[in-house]
């Protein structure tokens, strides 16, 4: 048998983005698996504000958190027009792993895929609380790169 089979399951993508290592992770596996299964790929930032937060505070979480993730944007954006994929990239502000099943569900994303964060022996029992939310909470799949 010859040709793509067609992929009627992971059509949508979404990677929780936050700059760290296992972040880019995530992005480099969901870049696989958009190629192979012809899918596109939502590129997916939130900025956490500080609580309780004035405006003045406010605005400076902002902007350093939309600095630093248009950075790695670009850098992701030239990896996905090297490959001739799909990607798109946006930013948010709130509770991560909230914003991530919110935003899944408007666009209807078929699988969301986060990196693992944490290096200690606890951490490694547990996940982190944004995986740990999307998993319990999200309306699709979650997978967690380690």
């Known amino acids: ?80 027009r090297s490959h001739d994929l799909n990607v798109k990239t946006d930013m948010a502000v709130g509770h991560p792993a909230e914003q991530i099943i919110h935003r899944a569900e408007d666009d209807g994303i078929d699988l969301i895929i986060l990196g693992r964060r944490g290096r200690s022996m606890i951490s490694r029992m547990m996940l982190g609380s944004v995986s740990e939310r999307a998993l319990r909470y999200a309306h699709c799949p979650v997978m967690v790169v380690h």
Request: glycine share 4%; net charge negative.
């Open 1 to 80: 048998m010859t040709g793509k089979r067609q992929n009627t399951y992971f059509r949508k993508l979404l990677v929780g983005y936050d700059g760290s290592p296992q972040s880019e992770k995530a992005v480099d596996v969901a870049f696989s698996l958009a190629e192979s299964l012809d899918a596109t790929v939502l590129i997916f930032a939130v900025a956490r504000p500080p609580e309780p937060a004035t405006s003045v505070e406010l605005q400076a979480v902002l902007d350093n958190a939309k600095e630093h993730f248009e950075e790695g944007f670009k850098k992701i954006l030239e990896k996905a």
